[in-house]
């Protein structure tokens, strides 16, 4: 899926901080895996992952108003989501500029939960692996490189794509999984925060 960035409204963090201040919140949704959100997460924001928001994204429209914020790590999935959303005919929602990242580095308030690596951090490292390991193992097996270029090309189209195929791969590991976000859960969620 290709995003057109020039169409994603953004908002930044103390803009956010502003209106919370103000006390004309818009409603959080950060659309992250359960485990990011359980290690870090802004006060009020609902977990709505990025992954259930395409899945359900009719069911959903029917709880949202245009009053949306959404999150992740940097912005990336976020915008993702606001690209989703709008085709579900949910125009106009906008996204926190740099994410929780952003949001954090500003001294903004943040949850915490137990610590884990985030999501970037784990494809770094399993890419990396895969490269250093064919390249080692390359002296001794000709052709075992070519599986680390392999990894380089599908890391050269998640940038230019703005997706992350690995990154979709260990999101489904228990340990980014966290608790099982289901429907129910995000509507109930969405309900409790209106």
Do not use: K
């Amino acid at each position: 899926m290709t995003l057109d960035a020039s169409r994603t409204a953004s908002l930044t963090p103390a803009a956010l901080q502003q209106l919370i201040e103000d006390g004309g919140a818009p409603r959080l949704l950060d659309v992250r895996t359960p485990g990011e959100f359980r290690t870090v997460h802004i006060p009020g924001s609902s977990n709505v992952p990025l992954d259930t928001l395409r899945e359900h994204r009719a069911e959903l429209r029917a709880h949202l108003d245009e009053d949306v914020v959404l999150v992740c790590r940097s912005g990336a999935r976020a915008a993702q989501a606001e690209q989703v959303l709008a085709e579900a005919g949910l125009p106009g929602l906008r996204v926190l500029d740099g994410g929780v990242t952003a949001w954090e580095a500003a001294g903004s308030p943040v949850e915490r939960g137990e610590a884990r690596w985030d999501m970037e951090r784990q494809v770094r490292l399993v890419a990396g692996s895969i490269v250093l390991v064919t390249g080692v193992v390359g002296v001794l097996v000709p052709g075992a490189h070519l599986i680390g270029t392999a990894v380089g090309a599908g890391l050269t189209y998640a940038a230019l794509s703005n997706t992350c195929m690995m990154g979709v791969l260990l999101s489904r590991l228990p340990y980014n999984r966290g608790p099982r976000v289901d429907l129910r859960t995000v509507v109930a969620s969405l309900r409790d925060r209106s």
